[in-house]
């Protein structure tokens, strides 16, 4: 026994063969340390780096690739594999992996890769490519400009599923990202990182260890960025990719077990990316997968987000409410948590509204399995999480807070449950309009998008009596004035789609034709700036159906004033007014034309337009004159 301790190699006998003068010593050295040389120990590995020198690795390596003056012959693969280890092994030394030496060698390890695939040297070319990376300032620029992505891509799809070189693969990835930022990556590797991340999507379903975890931090880390966009229109073009089945699997695993928080806010993350790319209707589809064990039901990750949503928003606005109103303000650290739970606050919300959505199309969800007692759980849920944010509304009103991107988005999840159902928490909803209608986004001078969020509810209260009443009592409708001039004035400098135009408009019709059932006079200086806005938006129109819109609103208005009155209001001239007459003229003109398809679903509005002339016209005698030059 002494004696077989007596002849095993000791790490000086090593040494001295490393420091050789002829090759074949080194060599004979280098074997010796790859068979009892421990990983970790990283003072014998700094003293055979040392021995060996940077000039014979170099060597060695080229030797295996073919690259040397001297053909390895025969043992080519052995040197490339000894090479290889070794290298990979230096580097676990932190200022060894961080040389220019080792940067170097990237782009022959890059070269080797594709020629080692399914060999055990690929392991250590990836251990190498992740320690040089992380370790050396500018590694993710030195692997990236590499073409480091092109050939990870190009591997990441045929490494074993949850294996150390696929572990290896995905910290590569992430390296990079962080070092470089996802907006340089998409602007040349957009589809091999769209690749990749269907990668990423299949451990993050398949496993059940700690790797299903970096895949979920990977993911949620890609999608997070501002710069995901051309990654996200990618994905969406890969065409029978299992990527979304593989998402939701993995959302779902996370979702559904004992996992801390932190690690639900992500799954949330990723599921509110992907309905982004896909739909909502992507909440109820039912996994393909053969690899996975036992189906998952089409209806599971739909509830199961709903509810992790529902619980983050209740946690999360509580937090805030707390952080904003009670805690210290003071602390660079409260500042910090404050932002971070509102971003989160926002992707709760986010799903909370898809899941509005869905729910609100349900009967058009091809294939929907949703029964009728989930529905009615689903939207007693949805109640009770619209009762929360009012609250938290509620709580900010008594503080005085009406500016905050957290307050704002709040009244958005709000308006868009009241859109499909308005009559929802209708005495709380009624307390609150005012105020609501006062809260500004962090970079708003003044309110509008709020205003906008609950315009289709408003639009549908004053199609009767209390509605109406209830905004009036408020003051809505002045704000709902304001909204409209600011999409459509000439000073507007709010971008709106028609549809909220045209639900402003519709409102504000709504009031003025029940004016006559309610004590309700809009004030001068409200519909003076409503009628240079109607005027500059429709003045030279094309669309009938905006001339249309506009002359009814101007009909029902000039109940209130007369030419007269009008051009003695000193912001108001004859080239409004005459904006205003083409309009009504245009519209009285079209009701003597035939009528086409638009003009008979406009007849309502028409009707308006003729009843309100006869009424008003002898205050505006300048409008005959445009109508007689028409």
Known sequence: MEQQQQQTPSLDDCLKLLKGERDEQRLAGLLLVTKFCNGDD????RKVYNAVGVHFLDRLLRTGMCKGSVSGGDNRDMYLQLSVTVLAAFCRVPDIAASKEMVSKIPLILEIMPEVSGSPVLEECYEFLYLVTTSYEDGATAFYESVGMKVLASQMS????????????????????????LDVVTNTYVSELSMMVATVARQFALLHNSLKFEALHLLSEIFSSKYSKPLCDALCAMAGNKWPDHMRAGIVAILQNRVEPAEKVHALILAESVISIMGEGWLLGQPNLPDLPGSIPADRCFLLVLESARVEVAVLLNDLAYLKYEASKDTSTTVETILLKQRNVAIAFS????????????D????????????????????ETINVVLEYLEDAKEHGQKKGNDLLASVRVVGSYLAETPDACKEKVRELLDYMLTIEGE???????SISFLLPMMCQITMDIEGCEALISSGGYKAVAECLVKLIGPRGNMVGDDGCTFLACDTVLNLLLKKGQMRFRMDESTFIDLLKAIGYWAGNANDLSVIIMASSIC????DYTSEETLLNHPSFDNSSLHNLYKIIARSLASCKQDMSDMVRKETDLLEIVTSGFSRWAHRFPGLREAIESA
């Open 42 to 45: 990283l003072v014998s590995l």
């Open 158 to 181: 045929s490494l074993p599923d949850g294996s150390h070189t696929m572990e290896l693969a995905m910290k590569i990835v992430q390296s990079t990202l962080r070092g470089l930022s």
């Open 351 to 362: 799903l909370v509204e898809r899941v509005i959505k869905l729910t609100s199309t349900m």
């Open 364 to 383: 058009e969800v091809e294939g929907s399995i949703i029964g009728e007692r989930t529905l009615i759980k689903v939207i007693n849920g949805l109640n």
């Open 443 to 449: 970079d708003e001078a003044s309110p509008f998008h």
């Open 555 to 558: 009909a029902l208005i000039f």
